[in-house]
């Protein structure tokens, strides 16, 4: 296992942006898909976004397509999170996951689930 540090979170406008890291130690991240969860109160964690161990590939849950980027650089052991036009439903506790997995897309969220490979959690609140 890789272990994931979460930052970036914090307090913003609707219509504001923030930007996630999550660093991850260990010398075996580039083998890893990561991904990004988020947990709001009272709410089961929802997929948000995953991105292969390449880089090459991403996918997106439909409420934050057009909104949020993922991307990651290999080469300091870190996945982001781009979130833009941020809404007050975007509030939550969000996660950074990373699974052994070559599945593509929605595919790969039950290697999350299974590695249970997650950061402590960074809270994204969103004022209206």
């Known amino acids: 296992q890789v272990q994931l540090v979460e930052s970036g979170g914090g307090l913003v406008q609707a219509g504001g942006s923030l930007r996630l890291s999550c660093a991850a130690s260990g010398r075996t991240f580039s083998s890893y898909a990561m991904g990004w969860f988020r947990q709001a109160p009272g709410k089961v964690r929802e997929f948000v976004s995953v991105?292969?161990?390449?880089?090459?590939?991403?996918w997106y849950a439909d409420s934050v397509k057009g909104r949020f980027t993922i991307s990651r650089d290999n080469a300091k052991n870190t996945v982001y999170l781009q979130m833009n036009s941020l809404k007050p439903e975007d509030t939550a506790v969000y996660y950074c996951?990373?699974?052994?997995?070559?599945?593509?897309?929605?595919?790969?969220?039950?290697?999350?689930?299974?590695?249970?490979?997650w950061g402590q959690g960074t809270q994204v609140t969103v004022s209206s």
């Open positions: 991105v292969t161990w390449s880089g090459g590939n991403t």
């Open positions: 996951a990373a699974a052994r997995t070559t599945a593509q897309a929605m595919d790969a969220i039950p290697s999350f689930i299974k590695d249970d490979n």
